[in-house]
């Protein structure tokens, strides 16, 4: 036994051995800046930089005064700093006949999206829990139709939603946009729940089902407890996804509750004197504010939440 | 006048009159159970049940009856439909034909809710954002159980399963076992007349697996419930069972006692699935006699001591198994009825005993033996077994002989 082949007396015999004894150990050094790492921070500061450069000529322009502006350098930062731009891009500027601002844009905005947001989530995430656990007959018809349909253009279904409108007199209306908004919402979220209530192991439903909850009593006490990542990810979705949106807002309310985004356009290319492009890049930042904070403030539940759905709860 | 007519319209729906109308349902099943209890019936019965997806047949016309307080165990290799079967008994899965009475009561449109069972799953599947308590008495609020009442059950499941000090935890905070602890309490603290188990220790280590058996038999002394229980292990279907059925295809190969099943299989397969280290199977030539015995090659195998079914010994091609620890080796081995002289191929220290592999008719050929006698590699021993308890099967149908 005492000869068990080992490094150490195989090194006596052969001294290469004994220099690789001596060799690395432990982890592998990694020095902060190698080509691979200068390349690498190097595009991706390359690429922030692109990304962020409108956003900072937007909010400089946004400071300067016209006769700054009119000397068209656009990089330079502010002189003589102003903010009478956002004041007036908030409740002056004019757009057709009502000259308050973006401020009753803003306002329609929150009370599109606030019921919109709300009524898609309520009824996708229902919908994604029946078709995930309570596989009833022709489930999977009801979800091939509702995938196909998030493959039609929303163009080819315009005008007959106007007419649907029309009839149940809903047209041009803040509820006729906000069940617009929840229509075209429900594929997607339908699908993010689905597939996020199909990754809740199985048994818990079964065991529930045993304990003696119902379809409500599942979906209010097991269910939606364990979900709250998907229904930030949906609340974001939904939220910029409304917020942002301007070719359902101009067709199917009217100029009194034209949503942010319309009137931005209004304001912006208003055809009549002078292009105020301090108040124009106002306005556009003001409009942009929401989903930005909607995301930062969420984001951290958002990745989350995402990553969540695709692999296992 | 007006106020009074509408509360009686509404009267039947409203809440304190569905809690009475549900207390008095459950009051007339309590009875009925009670006099079922008396009449004997079976706590479980299937009956030609069937069940299929599309052309794929899961369970096919499968009949069960599990007395009162007997712990079945289903036992097969995974596919062969025991999990279904539970699932079908529990409710969860609608069946394409046939019959399920809990108790006597046909259940077989009923919701799981309704059967008075308890299941506890593989996965545990604790509700993972309730604390223990709340997980405990879900069931019971669910039934709107009164509060003082559910106070009272759960501190006596808690007693019961030993989980007072966890009551307050939620699931993330307890280890496997006591996860599996609290899955079992959950159908316990609900009072229910039949517990099903669906492999509840399959995701645990061997040691806790081992303790938690021991813990679900003391269990079953104690409440003397029905249970129902689904493994493909075969040491805690042996260990646990009062009957053991062994499931194939969705059909049931053999119901009986473990020791039944251990020693007279009723075919090849539950032959082959039962036992560990797996049954030797020496396949040979029936001479039906008299005295009737199996041609090996060029060996001969007394059958005079074989207990032959109704059949007989008619003649033809058949398989002889024969259980690894029923073979003696050396002087022991020569004295039984057949004995012949091995190379020893293979030894496996398996730690109380020894696996030895050899060829005996020109077919591998295993037998165990106590871990001290140190065999070796290319050694020439004596093997011998008793027919008489060894098992006979027909090559091509399978069936005991």
């Known amino acids: 036994m005492a000869d068990r082949p080992s490094l150490e007396a195989a090194a006596s015999r052969a001294p290469w051995i004994s220099r690789q004894l001596a060799g690395p150990r432990g982890p592998k050094p990694r020095p902060a800046l190698t080509r691979r790492n200068a390349f690498l921070y190097g595009t991706l500061i390359v690429l922030a930089l692109y990304y962020l450069l409108p956003l900072y000529v937007m909010v400089v322009t946004s400071l300067k005064g016209m006769p700054e502006i009119r000397l068209g350098h656009i990089f330079s930062p502010p002189v003589d700093i102003t903010f009478e731009p956002w004041v007036k891009a908030w409740s002056t500027a004019c757009t057709g006949l009502n000259c308050d601002g973006l401020s009753r844009g803003f306002w329609n905005s929150v009370r599109i999206t606030v019921p919109s947001v709300a009524l898609s989530i309520a009824i996708a995430s229902v919908n994604g829990y029946a078709l995930a656990n309570w596989r009833f007959k022709g489930a999977n018809v009801f979800f091939t139709i509702l995938i196909v349909g998030s493959f039609i253009p929303y163009q080819v279904m315009i005008y007959p939603l106007v007419i649907i409108l029309r009839d149940i007199r809903l047209y041009g209306s803040l509820w006729g946009l906000v069940i617009v908004h929840s229509v075209f919402g429900m594929p997607i979220l339908t699908l993010l729940f689905r597939n996020y209530f199909t990754s809740i192991p199985e048994e818990l439903f079964r065991a529930a089902r045993v304990d003696g909850a119902g379809f409500w009593g599942i979906y209010f006490k097991i269910m939606m407890p364990m979900s709250l990542p998907i229904f930030v990810v949906a609340v974001i979705i939904q939220t910029t996804g409304i917020w942002n949106d301007f070719l359902f807002g101009v067709i199917y309310t009217k100029p009194d509750l034209y949503p942010m985004t319309v009137q931005l356009n209004n304001i912006v290319n208003s055809s009549q004197g002078v292009k105020e492009y301090n108040v124009n890049m106002a306005a556009t930042i003001l409009t942009g504010v929401v989903p930005l904070f909607v995301y930062f403030a969420s984001g951290k539940l958002f990745v989350r939440g995402i990553a969540a759905g695709a692999v296992k709860g | ?401």
């Open chain 2, 1 to 401: 006048m007006a106020g009074s007519l509408v509360d009686k319209l509404i009267s039947p729906f409203s809440r304190t009159a569905r809690a009475e109308r549900t207390a008095r349902q459950s009051a007339e099943r309590a009875q009925l159970r009670q006099t079922a209890r008396k009449a004997g019936v079976p706590s479980v019965s299937v009956r030609d049940l069937s069940l299929s997806f599309g052309n794929v047949s899961v369970l096919d016309h499968l009949d069960l009856d599990v007395a009162d307080g007997e712990f079945l165990v289903l036992l097969g290799p995974s596919g062969c439909g025991k999990s279904t079967l539970l699932n079908c008994i529990a409710g969860l899965i609608d069946v394409t034909d046939g019959q399920i009475f809990i108790n006597g009561w046909n259940v077989t449109w009923e919701q799981p809710k309704d059967r008075h069972i308890g299941m506890v799953f593989q996965s545990y599947a604790l509700y993972p954002q309730m604390t223990v308590r709340r997980n405990l008495s879900f069931g019971l609020r669910s039934a709107r159980v009164p509060k003082d009442e559910i106070k009272r059950r759960i501190a006596r499941t808690a007693e019961v399963l030993q989980i007072e000090p966890l009551l307050d935890r939620k699931p993330s905070q307890l280890s496997g076992g006591q996860r599996q602890r609290v899955a079992i309490g959950r159908a316990l603290v609900r009072d229910v007349d039949v517990f099903l188990f669906d492999e509840p220790l399959s995701n645990l280590d061997a040691k806790l697996r081992s303790e938690l058996r021991v813990e679900i038999k003391r269990l079953h002394q104690k409440l003397a419930n029905t249970m129902v229980y689904v493994t493909h292990d075969q040491i805690e279907a042996m260990t646990l069972a009062d009957r053991i059925a062994v499931m194939k295809s969705g059909q049931i190969q053999q119901l009986g006692a473990p020791h039944e099943i251990y020693s007279r299989p009723v075919n090849r397969f539950v032959a082959g699935f039962i036992g560990s280290p797996q049954m030797n199977f020496l396949s040979g030539q029936l001479e039906p006699g008299p005295p009737p015995a199996l041609r090996l090659g060029d060996l001969r195998v007394p059958l005079d001591r074989y207990a032959f079914a109704e059949g007989g010994a008619a003649g033809g091609h058949c398989v002889l198994g024969i259980r690894p620890e029923s073979v003696a080796i050396g002087a022991d081995g020569s004295a039984r009825p057949f004995s012949h002289e091995v190379e020893i191929e293979i030894v496996e220290p398996m730690g109380a005993d020894t696996l030895v592999w050899t060829k005996l008719a020109g077919t591998n050929f295993a037998f165990l033996v106590d871990s001290e006698s140190r065999l070796k590699i290319g050694e020439r021993v004596t093997i011998g077994f008793d027919p008489g308890r060894a098992s006979l099967f027909d090559e091509a149908t399978g069936v005991r002989l």
